[in-house]
């Protein structure tokens, strides 16, 4: 079966070192797939590279059967894909509501829209007293919940996740891995970008290991839970 | 000095007002969206009001009625300056994204000055100052020493819809929704699906639709326009936008009635009104000591 998102041999970086030194990479339909790494391996460069934020250098990008290499973003989102960016990265000035109709820019369906809104509402039930707050003004966690609310807002088939547990209180981490168990038992097949070894494993069904822009090692989560590779991508041992 | 006397002032204050909003409000488009200034602003205005008297000189010429011309003069002013400024955006401004700010400022001076010498050089006696059509009704109501004049209280009133035009566009529909997006966080804007450069593209074509609007006002204000009027305008409008603070809208609007109100009060003070421009400068460079990022600073979470 065709992988919904294939990455192939993808070199990419910033002025003149490269942080990708090709990256190959599959997300298969309906599963989680993660994507762990330490600090400055080059996760969030992989992810901007295939949203065609950060210019591509060589290897080739698909999603499902089309090439997207090169693709400009607002593009490649028209698709169905999806990311909920790191850094829970709100629009500050724009109320909840707002940010969520941001989130349905390319849903031309005003009956989905609402549909969409009631099932963020559903899932995240605090969003919903605070539709006309200024998103700037809430705290950490609920700008979260507000970035992955605002993702489902499209039509996704595909979400990335960049370290959604990044700076959050333990509470809200767990909070949100639940979370986004229960998106992909909607069938939206997720990549799931962590730092977080433990409970990155624990929900996904498949994982690959980035270390200095190269994967080190793949393999479904049991595998990778003992893998030694993994333990050296983040102890350098 | 008697009441009539100051209303007089208080009235060509709000028109002067509504002109300098009109340019200082695409100043801080631009500069909301991209992070530029776009120094050929002021002459775009030049460009929009002797485009509108060109075409009314054209519509005359075919006999086309004063009412049905003034429409026209709008329209070709308007829809002009927001073509011109979108192809400025397209060929001077987006391929200079990734060089310093500075440079964006520099060419969009000297193509200022490709259009202001352009008009010297090629409109018929362009060097001279031209009259322009007296297209709105002129009765003039008198109360004491205040002499209302019916045309003042129109170019006021169409300078506020066009801002409220604005103002509302921006905040209730889909595409202002995406300028704003883009405006706060430009990655995230175009993550969300916004194509950014159809967002940009637009932004300045509205900004200099605006100057347009303020330009043809300044024309049926004075009844008098020139190559180089936009040269004190663009400058005014800057230094409102900047004095409100550079990014929020309501702060160019404020920016340009308070800049009108200190020229009005500099003329009434000296009694020389040539020297109202040296006094609302002076006092424009003070305002800026003390709050060096304009008076309605823009905070990160409150860009247009």
Redesign the interface.
Same mark, same amino acid.
Request: proline fraction near 12%.
């Given at each position: 079966m065709t992988p919904l998102l294939k990455i192939e041999n993808t070199v990419s970086g910033y002025d003149e070192a490269d942080v990708l030194a090709g990256v190959s990479l599959d997300v298969a339909e309906r599963e989680i797939t993660c994507l762990l790494g330490a600090n400055g391996a080059g996760k969030t460069t992989l992810i901007r590279t295939l &949203?065609g &934020?950060n210019p591509i250098r060589s290897g080739k990008v698909f999603f499902k059967t089309t090439e997207i290499t090169g693709w400009? !973003?607002?593009e490649i989102?028209?698709l169905g894909i !999806?990311?909920v @960016?790191e850094g829970r990265?709100v629009? @500050?000035?724009?109320t909840v509501l707002?940010n969520l109709?941001? /989130?349905g820019? &390319?849903n031309e369906s005003k009956s989905d829209i609402s549909e969409r809104l009631d099932y963020a509402f559903t899932i995240f039930p605090k969003l919903k007293e605070r539709v006309g707050q &200024?998103a700037? !003004?809430m705290s950490g966690g609920e700008q979260a919940m507000l970035t992955i609310a605002?993702g489902l807002m /499209?039509n996704p088939e595909l979400i990335i996740f960049d370290e959604p547990s990044l700076g959050l209180s333990p509470l809200f981490v767990k909070e949100n891995f639940r979370v986004i168990q229960e998106i992909n038992g909607q069938g939206i097949s997720v990549l799931l970008v962590e730092q977080n070894v433990r409970q990155t494993l624990a929900i996904s069904h498949v994982g690959h290991v980035l270390a200095q822009g190269k994967i080190i090692t793949s393999g479904n989560t049991e595998t990778l839970r003992e893998s030694d590779a993994l333990k050296a991508a983040y102890f350098g041992g | 000095m008697d009441l009539g006397f100051l209303a007089q002032f208080f009235v060509n204050g709000l028109v002067l007002g509504v002109i300098y909003a009109l340019v200082a409000v695409g100043f801080t488009l631009f500069f909301g969206v991209l992070d530029v200034i776009k120094f050929s602003h002021g002459d775009v205005l030049m460009l929009g009001a002797f485009t509108a008297l060109a075409t009314y000189l054209g519509l005359s010429d075919i006999g086309v009625a004063p009412g049905v011309a003034l429409i026209l003069v709008f329209v070709a002013g308007i829809a002009g300056m927001a073509f011109v400024g979108a192809i400025v955006c397209k060929f001077l401004v987006l391929p200079l994204r990734g060089a310093p700010q500075l440079n964006t400022l520099l060419i969009t001076l000297m193509f200022g000055t490709v259009i202001r010498e352009s008009v010297r050089l090629f409109y018929p006696s362009g060097s001279n100052p031209k009259p322009f059509p007296k297209l709105l009704p002129d009765n003039a109501f008198e109360f004491g020493n205040l002499t209302l004049r019916l045309d003042s209280c129109i170019i006021v009133l169409l300078g506020i819809l066009a801002i409220i035009f604005t103002q509302l566009f921006i905040q209730k529909t889909k595409f202002g929704l995406a300028i704003r997006a883009v405006a706060q966080d430009e990655e995230t804007a175009r993550l969300m699906g916004v194509n950014f450069k159809t967002v940009v593209l637009l932004t300045f074509a509205l900004g200099s639709a605006l100057a347009a609007v303020g330009g043809i006002s300044t024309g049926l204000y004075y009844q008098e326009i020139n190559f180089a009027m936009g040269l004190m305008l663009g400058l005014i409008g800057f230094s409102s936008a900047v004095l409100g603070g550079l990014g929020s809208l309501y702060g160019a609007i404020a920016g340009g009635f308070l800049f009108a109100a200190l020229q009005t009060v500099g003329a009434v003070w000296f009694a020389v009104p040539a020297y109202k421009d040296v006094f609302a400068f002076a006092v424009v460079i003070m305002l800026m000591a003390w709050r060096p990022t304009g008076l309605l600073a823009e905070r990160n979470e409150e860009r247009v």
């Open positions: &949203l &934020l400009p !973003t607002h989102v028209r !999806t990311c @960016p990265r629009f @500050p000035a724009m707002e109709r941001m /989130g820019y &390319l &200024l700037g !003004t605002r /499209g | -």
